[in-house]
């Protein structure tokens, strides 16, 4: 596991191929800034990630923002193709 600056952020091999996620989960940093980019305000997003604390969600925007081209690559990689027809 590699701990990152930030304290509730974690990397670690075996859990999503070592994408930054939020420690003792398998939540990753880029669920957390989807919902806030879809205008979630960061105080609601533990309404629909209830296993998060609001502390972890902040840490996860923090991080974002330090390291926003990772994480938007993650988001690019992980988004379902447009369907077709």
Known sequence: MTHTAHRYIVSIP???GGEPVL???RTP??????L???GTPA???TLDL???TLAQVFDALSYYSD???EINEHIEAN???EPHG
């Open 29 to 34: 940093v880029r669920a957390v800034v989807e």
């Open 43 to 45: 105080e609601e997003i």
């Open 23 to 25: 420690q003792g989960t």
């Open 79 to 81: 988004r379902l193709p």
């Open 14 to 16: 075996e859990i999503l």
């Open 50 to 52: 209830p296993h998060l």
């Open 67 to 69: 390291h926003t081209a």
């Open 36 to 38: 806030w980019r879809t």
